[in-house]
């Protein structure tokens, strides 16, 4: 049974897809709401063109949405069902057409580009293949367009992730060098490193990284 749920985590459906979300919402909210006060604080040029990767029940994108009021943002996620949630909780800006809601991953990405931020909590660990991904999302930002990489730790997770998610064939990390190389492969360089809590007891962390301006050297 574990392990069933453990699956929906990398792509909710269903009724135990709608529970999991709803799980999502009250786990997650508080390192959503946080990993865009770090991006807000970050950047110093006002975005126009913003994506959420994964937004699952859409806590992130109302908090993107109320701190870059001028900006237009996406959410890009596999899960019908997590995409109907991100709409209910923000219906009134989805249907003035400031939020637009896309079923896919970070393939559809190219059509909206240039985008100037890609914000991605707890999406890394589902991807099959980090280094496509993380290059496709490389490809649909501006020159010096930001991602705000989210993520959490092997160690640092419950007992359950640590322990289902490798059997369902997700990737953990136990490290944040090894989520750094997977950045500098796909042509990011690094903008900042953040911890969210203690470092002894850390709440969720978050990789901000860019992409250079101009082609690097060599």
């Known amino acids: 049974m574990l392990g069933i749920v453990a699956r929906?985590?990398?792509?909710?459906r269903g009724v135990?897809?709608?529970?999991?979300?709803?799980?999502?919402?009250?786990?997650n909210a508080d390192f959503s709401r946080w990993t865009v006060g770090q991006v807000r604080h970050h950047v110093t040029e006002v975005p126009a063109r913003i994506v959420e990767l994964g937004p699952g029940p859409g806590?992130?994108?109302?908090?993107?949405?109320?701190?870059?009021?001028e900006a237009k943002v996406w959410g890009v996620d596999l899960s019908r069902e997590m995409l109907a949630q991100s709409r209910r909780r923000n219906a009134a800006l989805a249907d003035d057409g400031r939020l637009s809601l896309l079923e896919g991953n970070a393939a559809v990405l190219g059509d909206l580009a240039p985008i100037d931020i890609v914000a991605a909590n707890h999406v890394l660990y589902f991807w099959r293949e980090p280094e496509v991904e993380l290059s496709l999302i490389g490809r649909s930002l501006r020159p010096g367009g930001?991602?705000?990489?989210?993520y959490q730790l092997r160690s640092n997770m419950p007992a359950m992730a640590q322990k289902q998610f490798p059997?369902?064939?997700?990737?953990?990390?136990?490290s944040d060098e090894e989520v750094h190389a997977l950045l500098r492969s796909a042509g990011f360089i690094g903008a900042g490193q953040r911890v969210k809590g203690s470092p002894e007891r850390p709440e969720?962390?978050?990789?901000?990284?860019?992409?250079?301006?101009?082609?690097?050297?060599?």
């Open 59 to 69: 806590v992130g994108l109302e908090e993107l949405l109320r701190a870059f009021p």
């Open 16 to 27: 135990l897809g709608r529970l999991v979300g709803r799980g999502m919402a009250r786990s």
């Open 167 to 174: 059997r369902q064939g997700f990737q953990l990390y136990d």
């Open 146 to 150: 930001l991602l705000a990489l989210g």
């Open 8 to 12: 929906q985590f990398g792509h909710p």
């Open 204 to 218: 969720g962390r978050l990789a901000l990284a860019t992409i250079p301006s101009k082609p690097a050297a060599g």
